[in-house]
C-alpha cells in the first residue's frame, strides 16, 4: 500500500502542475473576457436563488434552488472539514489564501461552464435532457472533439467515487465515537494488510443508508439534499462561530497570518512535497480549493444542467454562487477554527482528526458536534456524487444500463471506509485533475457564445 500510495502521489504532484495553470489562468480569461459583468449582478443571482425568477415551464427536471443544492451537497462535503484541514497541516496558514484566490476565480469559470451546460442540453438513451460537459461537447463542438467527451466520463467515474467521504466519515465516527468510549478496535487481515473490522462495519452501515436515496434518482437526490444543505451550512457556521467567540483574542493574528504566509517561502513541517518552496503551497491551496468547491472540474454544470430554466445565464449566475459559498464562507470557518485554537501545528495529524481536535479544545463535547457535522457533510455528498457518477455512465453506455453503477458505487462506500486516507486523496486528486481539461478546453472554445448570451440576457434584464 506504500508503494503504490508513493506512486499516486508523484502521478497527482506532476498532473496537478499544468492543470493548476489551467484552472487558474482559465478563470483568470474567463474573468477578463467577460468584463467583470457577472459580478455586477450578484445580488441578481441571489434573487434567482431564492426563487424570484423560477420558471416551472422550461425543460429540465430540478429546480434552480434544488440543483444548486445538489451541487453544494457535493462540494460543501468533507473537503470543507478534512481537506482544508490537510492544506493548513501541510503548507500553513497561508494555503488558506490561495485557496480564496481559487474560488474567487472559479466563480467565473462556474458562470461560463455552467451556462454552457444549459445552453447545450443533449438527450439521453431515453430521451430526457442532460447537460454537463459531455453534452456541451457532444452538441456544440465537432466530431473530432468527441472523443474528449468520452474521456470526461471515464475520468468522472473514478473521480465520483465515494471513497474520500466515506473514508473521513468513518474515520471520525471511530476517533470521536469509538475510542473514546473503550472500544477496542478489531483486525482482519487480507494478504499482507491489515483493515479495522469496525471501519468496515461501519462502511456496510453507511451503504445502507445512502442506497435509500440514490436509487431514486436525481429527483430525490435534489430533494434530499434541498433539505440537507441548509441544515449542514448552519450548523457549521453556528459551531465554528463559538470557536472564534472562545478564541476572539487570536483572531486578527490569524487573519494577518494568512496572507503574509501565502508569500512565504518556509514550510512549517518540512514536507518534503513542499520543499520549502512557494509554488508548493500554491498548488497546494489550489488543489485543495478546487476539490472542496470543483470549480472548473464540471460536477455544477452537470448539476445545472438538470435545473428547469429557459434562461441559461441564471443557471450560470447561480453556479457562480457555490465557490462563495463553499469556500470563502465554510472552508475559511473550519481554516480560522484550526488556526485560533493553535492545533494546526500538531505534528504528524491531518485531516479530520486534526479538526477534532480545534472542536474538543474550543468547548465541551465539541468533538460530537464536530461528528454530527461530519456526518451531514459526507452523507449529502454520497448522495451528490452517485447522480455525476451514474451519469457520466449513462452517457457511455445508455441510460437503460447505468443503474449498475449504483451498486458498484454503494460497494465502493465500504472500500473507502477501510483504506488508507493519502491513497484515497491521491487518487481523486489525479481523476479531479483530468476532469478539468475536457471542462475547461470547452470553455474556452465556446466562451465566445456564453458572452454573447450573457450581453442579450442582461440587455433584456436592463
Not at 443533449?122 to 463542438?141: C, F, H, N, W
Not at 468522472?156 to 468510549?181: E, S
Not at 472500544?183 to 494488510?193: C, D, L, T, V, Y
Amino acid at each position: 500500500m506504500q508503494e503504490v500510495n508513493q506512486f499516486l502521489s508523484a502521478i497527482a504532484a506532476y498532473t496537478w502542475w499544468p492543470v493548476l495553470f489551467l484552472i487558474i489562468g482559465g478563470g483568470v480569461f474567463f474573468l477578463v473576457y467577460s468584463g467583470f459583468v457577472q459580478y455586477t449582478y450578484f445580488s441578481h443571482a441571489l434573487q434567482i436563488l431564492m426563487g424570484k425568477f423560477e420558471d416551472s415551464k422550461g425543460p429540465g427536471q430540478i429546480s434552480p434552488y434544488k440543483a444548486l443544492s445538489t451541487a453544494l451537497a457535493s462540494t460543501v462535503g468533507m473537503g470543507n472539514l478534512s481537506g482544508v484541514a490537510a492544506a493548513i497541516a501541510m503548507g500553513g496558514p497561508g494555503a488558506l489564501f490561495w485557496m480564496w484566490v481559487t474560488s474567487f476565480i472559479g466563480m467565473s469559470t462556474n458562470f461560463f461552464t455552467s451556462t454552457l451546460a444549459s445552453m447545450y442540453r443533449g438527450k439521453d438513451s431515453t430521451g430526457e435532457l442532460q447537460g454537463g460537459p459531455m453534452y456541451v461537447i457532444r452538441e456544440a463542438m465537432s466530431k473530432h472533439w468527441q472523443p474528449m467527451a468520452t474521456f470526461f466520463c471515464l475520468c468522472c467515474l473514478v473521480g465520483m467515487l465515494p471513497i474520500f467521504q466515506a473514508n473521513q466519515l468513518t474515520q471520525a465516527i471511530v476517533d470521536i465515537g469509538l475510542k473514546p468510549a473503550g472500544i477496542e478496535e478489531k483486525m482482519f487481515m487480507i494478504g499482507q494488510s491489515s483493515f479495522s473490522v469496525h471501519k468496515f462495519v461501519i462502511g456496510l452501515l453507511i451503504t445502507v443508508l445512502v442506497s435509500v436515496v440514490i436509487i431514486g434518482g436525481i429527483k430525490r437526490i435534489g430533494s434530499w439534499a434541498g433539505r440537507l444543505v441548509p441544515v449542514m451550512i448552519v450548523l457549521h457556521f453556528i459551531s465554528v462561530a463559538v470557536i472564534l467567540i472562545v478564541f476572539s483574542d487570536q483572531l486578527p493574528y490569524y487573519i494577518k497570518l494568512v496572507f503574509t504566509d501565502a508569500f512565504s517561502a518556509t514550510n512549517y513541517h518540512g514536507d518534503p512535497f513542499l520543499g520549502g518552496v512557494l509554488g508548493g503551497i500554491i498548488m497546494l491551496g489550489v488543489r485543495r480549493a478546487t476539490f472542496s468547491n470543483e470549480a472548473g472540474i464540471g460536477t455544477a454544470p452537470m448539476a445545472m444542467g438538470a435545473s428547469i430554466s429557459t434562461e441559461p445565464v441564471r443557471e450560470g449566475l447561480i453556479s457562480m454562487l457555490s465557490p462563495v459559498i463553499d469556500t470563502l464562507l465554510s472552508c475559511s470557518l473550519t481554516a480560522f477554527a484550526i488556526l485560533v485554537t493553535g492545533v494546526w501545528q500538531t505534528e504528524g495529524i491531518s485531516g479530520i482528526t486534526l479538526t477534532s481536535l480545534a472542536y474538543r479544545s474550543a468547548m465541551p463535547y465539541g468533538e460530537y458536534i464536530l461528528l454530527l457535522c461530519t456526518f451531514v457533510f459526507a452523507i449529502s455528498a454520497l448522495f451528490s456524487y452517485s447522480y455525476y457518477g451514474r451519469k457520466a455512465l449513462s452517457y457511455l453506455i445508455g441510460e437503460e444500463r447505468s443503474q449498475w453503477y449504483d451498486y458498484f458505487y454503494l460497494s465502493m462506500i465500504v472500500v473507502g471506509a477501510i483504506v488508507s486516507m493519502d491513497l484515497v486523496l491521491n487518487l481523486i486528486d489525479i481523476a479531479f485533475a483530468l476532469m478539468a481539461i475536457p471542462t475547461m478546453l470547452s470553455g474556452f472554445i465556446l466562451a465566445p457564445k456564453v458572452k454573447a448570451e450573457a450581453k442579450r440576457y442582461f440587455a433584456k434584464l436592463r
